[in-house]
């Protein structure tokens, strides 16, 4: 293949617009913010889940305790009725009465037992509650801190972004001078090459696969014509002869 020798050193700067746009792509999809808030996302994910979990036991704890509220106002209800009987006189039979005294201890007893497992409910409560507005606060930090990744995030492709287009924008005049052919095997080259299609030889040195050529390869271009496209032996990329090859 032939092309004109001012064609290929132009093919080093499509080349160079590539390599820069490959390295901004590259730095778009791994950005630092991507992975924190991926990981972070995840996070998240897990505290709402617990979040979640504590809630119910929160919503438990809290009908159990207004369960044990109540029963401890329903004995304390039928202990001050069977009081107040027995203050007015309205039982006279001695048997009657030795009953009631006995059912009141027997009362206080139980709105004794019955007070320790309403405190025992409210210090689970208590617990509970705190347990979930940790959880809440962490869920919240999270969302404070997940929008200002996505907000660098954001930034940052942008400038990327916009710097894309310019090299895009700067590309098309560029590749233009380079002859169809030329360019067809070059985006084929650099499809297989790692995206290096193209590269300079420079001090005797392929730029491409940085293998230094031997003295009868060499000969060999510098005896070719100027417009001969050269490959490289080693790597088969495009090798561009500039005042630099140390030919």
């Not at 300079?200 to 417009?227: F, M, V, W, Y």
Request: proline share 2%; charged share 35%; glycine share 2%.
């Amino acid at each position: 293949m032939k092309a004109d020798p001012f064609a290929q050193l132009k093919l080093l700067d499509v080349q160079a617009l590539d390599s820069r746009a490959d390295q901004l792509r590259h730095q778009r999809t791994h950005l630092p913010e991507i992975a924190e808030i991926a990981t972070l996302t995840a996070t998240r994910g897990e505290l709402v889940d617990r979040a979640r979990d504590q809630h119910i036991i929160v919503d438990d704890l809290t009908a159990a305790q207004k369960k044990a509220d109540a029963d401890v106002e329903q004995v304390k209800a039928r202990r001050v009725r069977d009081r107040d009987r027995m203050d007015q006189g309205l039982i006279s039979n001695p048997k009657d009465l030795e009953r009631m005294q006995h059912e009141l201890d027997t009362l206080e007893r139980r709105v004794t037992a019955l007070e320790d497992e309403e405190l025992e409910v409210m210090e689970q409560l208590e617990e509970a509650q705190q347990a979930l507005t940790e959880l809440q606060q962490q869920i919240a930090d999270a969302d404070e801190r997940l929008t200002t990744l996505t907000a660098e995030r954001d930034r940052r492709t942008a400038e990327i972004d916009a710097e894309l287009a310019v090299i895009t924008a700067d590309r098309n005049p560029t590749v233009a001078d380079v002859p169809d052919d030329l360019v067809t095997l070059y985006e084929r080259l650099r499809d297989s090459k790692s995206g290096v299609g193209a590269a300079e030889l420079r001090a005797r040195q392929c730029g491409g696969c940085r293998l230094t050529l031997d003295n009868s390869e060499l000969s060999q271009i510098k005896s070719a014509p100027s417009d001969l496209v050269i490959r490289c032996e080693e790597c088969q990329r495009i090798l561009v002869r500039t005042s630099e090859s140390g030919l």
